[in-house]
């Protein structure tokens, strides 16, 4: 079978990344595979959450999904810490998982910058919570954003070490699902960094719950060069920007991929379209494609933001599901790891 399990932290200021890069591929996903979309609020907490901000921001990211077209009966929505399997098995994991490959991880050097020693126990083993949300219900795809990839191949290989160790073929390996044209969004002051949930300028991000106002004053401010848009000659035999153009012009490209992904065109159509366009032209279309489309999906997240009655019942009944599916997995791992426990 096909399961498909991914997540989101709920640390604020959704963007236009986490939209484009995962929220609305779950979505299309839902038709094909069993889904369990997670609001991983264990994850949040790596690093310091306020406790009234940590329940806010977990009810908006969940009104995202519901808002971008989760279906919460077909599909599982629910917040990690509401299924304790997930903490029993990344106990397990910070097991089998060796201190070498945490230390490469460069999210976390990323993250904990110059003072590794302030940085939580819990930041530092991210990765290995990370692999238990997913294989805790033997997940087999994982929808995400290009700068996760490196979490997903150290999932690989602590399924891989848990297996070996233990002579079992239990664990799958996991397929990173990595699709559209984006996959990477940058920042819009700066195409060398990420668009990032922390970065302190709120200009450098479209939020999912910016007005039309908002996000035609970051587009208009965005960071862009002096030239005319390039047309697809740019593009390698492979369909991917030279690295030298890509160097060149990182704010161009990127709002093209921005257009491409909302307009669900590829990178090569939309630069046909835009060939010789200055960017006054290029902002405006932009502007009211991202209004069109992240519009509706706003208004819905406000309407379900006042009623979070509403969204606490489908995180409830979601994760009794998810708990239903990862008691039986982790109860096997415990038989295979040797822990006894009262026979049923
Ligand atoms: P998080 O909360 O940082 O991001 C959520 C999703 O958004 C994607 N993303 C982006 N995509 C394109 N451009 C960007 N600038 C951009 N920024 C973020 C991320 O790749 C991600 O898919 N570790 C995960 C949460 C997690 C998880 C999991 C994911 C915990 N357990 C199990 C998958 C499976 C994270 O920090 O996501």
Known sequence: MKRIF?????TGNLHLGN?????????????????????????AITVWQDPVELQRNTREVTAAYLAAGIDPKRNIVFNQSQAPQHAELAWIFNCVARLGWLNRMTQFKEKAGKHRENASVGLYVYPNLMAADILAYRATHVPVGEDQKQHLELTRDIAQKFNHDFGVDYFPIVEPLIQGEATRIMSLRDGSKKMSKSD???????????DA???????????????AL????VLDDRGRVAAAAEAARPEAFNLLRIYAALA???????????EGSQFSHFKTVLTDLAVATLGPVGAEMKRLMADPGQVDAVLAEGAARARAIAEPILAEV???????RPKP
């Open 6 to 10: 991914s997540g989101v932290q709920p």
């Open 19 to 43: 939209y484009l890069g995962a929220i609305r591929n779950f979505v299309r996903l839902q038709d094909d595979y069993d889904c369990i979309f997670c609001v991983v609020d264990m994850h």
């Open 200 to 210: 302190p300028s709120d200009m450098s991000r479209i939020t999912m719950s910016d």
């Open 213 to 227: 106002e908002a996000v035609a004053q970051k587009i208009r401010r965005a960071k862009t060069d002096p030239d």
């Open 230 to 233: 390039p047309g697809p000659e």
């Open 264 to 274: 669900d065109k590829s990178l090569a159509e939309t630069l046909t379209e835009f």
């Open 334 to 340: 415990q038989d295979i790891v040797g822990f006894l």
